[in-house]
């Protein structure tokens, strides 16, 4: 089953930073809506970010608002997130999700995504 396969991850200080990627040459994110999600031990899923398929339109969660930054290589067929300045309370595994049939907007909601990763891990000490 075509899932996508994220990358990245890792362990970092307090005030560090990490880019995430995730990809799948078998499953085109051109006009799609693709987010990052996370979800720390004992903790629900909580959504991160999203970008529609127009590269343009963000949404961020109000935790990482102004540290995180989500993009996207439509020639790589490739999702990133950039994260800096990085807090113990960011870490989490880390999950990349795109939409099925086109949602046509952003969405925090894990259960508007189909197509999820295995997820990578972010570990911040402090």
């Known amino acids: 089953q075509a899932q996508m396969v994220e990358s990245g991850g890792g362990l970092v200080q307090a005030g560090g930073s990490l880019r995430l990627s995730c990809t799948n040459p078998?499953?085109?994110?051109?006009?799609?809506?693709t987010a990052w999600f996370r979800q720390a031990p004992g903790k629900e899923r909580e959504g991160v970010s999203c970008?529609?398929?127009?590269?343009?339109?963000?949404v961020y969660a109000d935790s990482v608002k102004g540290r995180f930054t989500i993009s996207r290589d439509y020639f790589k067929n490739t999702l990133y997130l950039q994260m800096n300045d990085l807090k113990p309370e960011d870490t989490a595994m880390y999950y990349c999700?795109?939409?099925?049939?086109?949602?046509?907007?952003?969405?925090?909601?894990?259960?508007?995504?189909?197509?999820w990763g295995q997820g990578t891990q972010v570990t911040v000490s402090s």
């Open positions: 999700a795109r939409d099925v049939v086109g949602l046509g907007s952003c969405s925090l909601a894990a259960a508007d995504f189909g197509y």
């Open positions: 078998r499953l085109s994110i051109d006009v799609h809506t």
């Open positions: 970008i529609m398929s127009n590269g343009r339109n963000t």
